[in-house]
């Protein structure tokens, strides 16, 4: 089975760009959440969705953007890119919310943002 | 959400048993505690979850005092494939949809 599959791998920006990235969950999985994580610390969750519906938001900007599809696989934009968004980003799915016993988060093997 | 205080690092030797203590003193009625494993360049991976007193799977083992502000996970018989960083999270998982609250994890490094 496939696992929570991200795309790009790598990715290198120049400051002032847009990028787009992209996030399949796993089959049945209906939830999917998007982390930033900076080299050395632990991830930072940016957005989560669920049903195509906007879940919960991280304190980030409003540079960062993100959405669901009727297939569930998620998009995560970010605008006006700075040297502070380089990072891993990491998306995770889920199969649903509300039980415990659903709630183990799978992610992927997150996309390497470098902003020069 | 309960803040969570771990060791920055560990060292250990194969063969051994590696217990990574967490302390999590404001924790919710509701929350349950969760640990999570990665290595360098991947994602994070779920390795048990528990609430109180003891959990057992095949990877490791939590243990949780009846205060329950801090737990134990205890992993059994180290190799140097289990060099990674461990996090501790404590959350309510259904209030909380799934949003996970990462902390700086330690770093636990196997030498041969």
């Known amino acids: 089975d496939a696992g929570v599959t991200q795309s790009p791998t790598h990715l290198i920006k120049t400051r002032g760009q847009h990028v787009t990235l992209r996030c399949s969950p796993i089959?049945?999985?209906?939830?999917v959440s998007w982390y930033q994580q900076v080299l050395g610390q632990g991830p930072q969750f940016i957005f989560q969705?669920?049903?195509?519906?906007?879940?919960g938001r991280g304190n980030f900007p409003d540079r960062f953007s993100a959405r669901q599809f009727p297939n569930y696989s998620s998009e995560l934009n970010v605008n006006a890119l700075l040297l502070g968004d380089s990072a891993l980003y990491l998306c995770?799915?889920?199969?649903?919310?509300?039980?415990?016993?659903?709630?183990?988060?799978?992610f992927g093997q997150g996309t390497r943002l470098t902003v020069v | 959400l309960a803040k969570t205080t771990q060791p920055i690092s560990m060292d250990s030797y194969e063969g051994q048993e590696v217990n990574i203590t967490c302390s999590h003193n404001?924790?919710?009625?509701?929350?349950?505690i969760t640990w999570y494993q990665q290595f360098p360049s991947q994602g994070p991976r779920f390795i048990i979850q528990?609430?109180?007193t003891k959990v057992t799977n095949e990877v490791a083992s939590l243990f949780i005092p009846a205060d329950r502000k801090s737990s134990t996970l205890s992993l059994p018989r180290v190799s140097l494939s289990d060099t990674a960083v461990y996090y501790c999270?404590?959350?309510?998982?259904?209030?909380?949809?799934?949003?996970?609250?990462f902390g700086g994890g330690t770093r636990v490094l196997v030498k041969p």
């Open positions: 995770a799915s889920s199969w649903t919310l509300g039980q415990v016993s659903n709630t183990e988060a799978f």
């Open positions: 089959s049945g999985h209906k939830s």
């Open positions: 969705y669920y049903e195509k519906e906007e879940r």
């Open positions: 404001n924790i919710a009625t509701n929350d349950y």
């Open positions: 528990g609430y109180k």
């Open positions: 999270l404590v959350g309510d998982p259904p209030a909380a949809g799934n949003k996970l609250t």
